[in-house]
């Protein structure tokens, strides 16, 4: 079984910071891409980063772009999302995801975190 665990959300004001973390367990022969995805109210999910294994390649939503930085340490299977320069319409419930492959057949498969909740307001 495969559990990811998000963490470091909170109260912040406009321009502050956080950095969310997120770790993946369970039966992981190995992970491919890692990210971040959110959801604020009244809108829908969107791609907030992404990460892959390899080449460590990044990608951003153009609204995070320079303010967000994507990260990861594959020893500790985990990824992380530091925010800084934060807006109000940064405030959201922030997913992370990690491809899995859990049995080393090579099929992946999506697996989400809880969510952890972001909220920028002075």
């Known amino acids: 079984q495969v559990q990811l665990v998000g963490s470091g959300g909170g109260l912040v004001q406009p321009g502050g910071s956080l950095r969310l973390s997120c770790a993946a367990s369970g039966s992981i022969f190995s992970i491919a891409d890692m990210g971040w995805y959110r959801q604020a109210p009244g809108k829908q999910r969107e791609l907030v980063a992404v990460i892959t294994s390899v080449g460590g390649s990044t990608n951003y939503a153009d609204s995070v772009k320079g303010r967000f930085t994507i990260s990861r340490d594959n020893a500790k299977n985990t990824v992380y999302l530091q925010m800084d320069s934060l807006k109000p319409e940064d405030t959201a419930v922030y997913f992370c995801?990690?491809?899995?492959?859990?049995?080393?057949?090579?099929?992946?498969?999506?697996?989400w975190g809880q969510g952890t909740q972001v909220t920028v307001s002075s």
């Open positions: 995801y990690a491809e899995v492959d859990p049995a080393g057949w090579g099929t992946s498969g999506d697996y």
